[in-house]
């Protein structure tokens, strides 16, 4: 005779009740303050993010803002002097020469040359900086020192601005993306000594000899982010490629 088994019993419903442990008061606020730390730390991760990104942007707007208006600056103010009829400038056996119209560069600090001790060692003087310049150069290569051929650059209300012969003052940086705090144009000239070139002794001391003035303008431009945040300054160094011929052998 085949024994029966009898099938397992079920537990009672009280033993499973003992085996199924929920979460205590305590646990649950232990995990959700470790959620809150951990939610906090993402959010500041990601908000130093952000900010990091803004002020990048920002100082790449500024510098780029910076360099376009320096590099408008720095290529006109290289052409000071320019003059289409320079050859008029040169003597000839039927004629004398003509004084160039466009060679001054009218800076309230440009150096006076320095006394000399000798008639043959260039001598350079430096000027303070100035936030004014005016100059001139022939566009239109006419020979001539026309109206619109007087250019300025200056600094006004926290913007560059250029005016072109009588027009009015242009801005040249835009106050709506960045605040210039500061321009100036510091001028440095050395004078070439050209009394060997003369026919007849020429002395210096008292005689307006010949000399030829090689000028360098130093430009440095300063500005900020409209909420102050970025501040840069460029500087560049023009050479005027047109040295101005100052004085005479008689």
Known sequence: MLNSVSPARAAPPSSRR???HGLSLVELL?????GLFVMGAAVLGITTSLRENRLLLLEARLQQ???AAMDLITRDTRHAGYWGSA?????TATSSATANPHIAIDLSTMPDRPNRVD????????????SLITYRWDRNANGDLDANEAYQFRLD??????????GGWQDVTD???????SFSITPRVTWLPLYDKCTTTCNPVSQNCPELAIRTLTFQLSARSL????????????????????GSCS
């Not at 232990?30 to 470790?34: L, R």
């Not at 050859?87 to 003597?91: A, D, E, K, L, S």
């Not at 106050?175 to 705090?181: I, L, N, R």
Request: charged fraction near 20%; avoid cysteine; aromatic fraction near 0%.
């Open 30 to 34: 232990v995990g959700a303050t470790i």
């Open 227 to 246: 909420d102050s945040s970025v501040q840069r300054t460029l500087r560049s160094d023009v050479r005027v490629r047109n040295d101005a011929l100052q």
């Open 157 to 166: 209300s926290n913007k560059i601005q250029m005016q072109i012969g009588s």
């Open 119 to 130: 008639s043959t060692t260039p001598v350079s003087a430096t000027g303070n900086a100035a």
């Open 18 to 20: 003992s085996r199924q």
């Open 65 to 67: 803002d910076l360099r």
């Open 87 to 91: 050859v008029r400038g040169v003597p």
């Open 175 to 181: 106050p709506g993306s960045m605040v210039v705090t």
